[in-house]
C-alpha cells in the first residue's frame, strides 16, 4: 500500500506553460512526430535529460573542486612533513 502511494505520487503531473519561438515549435513537432510521441512526453523528456546534465555537471564540479583542495592540502601537508623528516 505504501509503495503504491509512492508510486502515485512520483507520477503525478502539473501543468506548464510556456512560450517558445515558432523555430524551436516546429522543430518539436517535427521529432514528435519523427519519434512517434507527444509534444507533451518529448518536452518532458528534453527537460528531464537538461536537468539530469546540469544536475552532473554540478556534482563534478564539485569534485574538481574537492579534488583541488586536496592536492592543495597534500602539498602544504607533503612539504610541511618535509621539515619534519629533515630534523630527525
Do not use: G
Not at 55 to 61: L, P, Y
Amino acid at each position: 500500500m505504501e509503495n503504491h502511494m509512492e508510486n502515485l505520487l512520483s507520477t503525478q503531473k502539473s501543468r506548464l506553460q510556456l512560450s517558445i519561438t515558432s523555430d524551436l515549435s516546429d522543430k518539436l513537432n517535427l521529432w514528435a512526430e519523427k519519434l512517434e510521441t507527444t509534444l507533451s512526453e518529448l518536452t518532458r523528456k528534453a527537460l528531464s535529460d537538461y536537468i539530469e546534465k546540469l544536475e552532473r555537471n554540478k556534482r563534478e564540479q564539485e569534485v574538481a573542486e574537492a579534488c583541488a583542495r586536496y592536492r592543495q592540502f597534500n602539498k602544504k601537508f607533503s612539504s610541511e612533513w618535509a621539515k619534519f623528516e629533515t630534523r630527525i
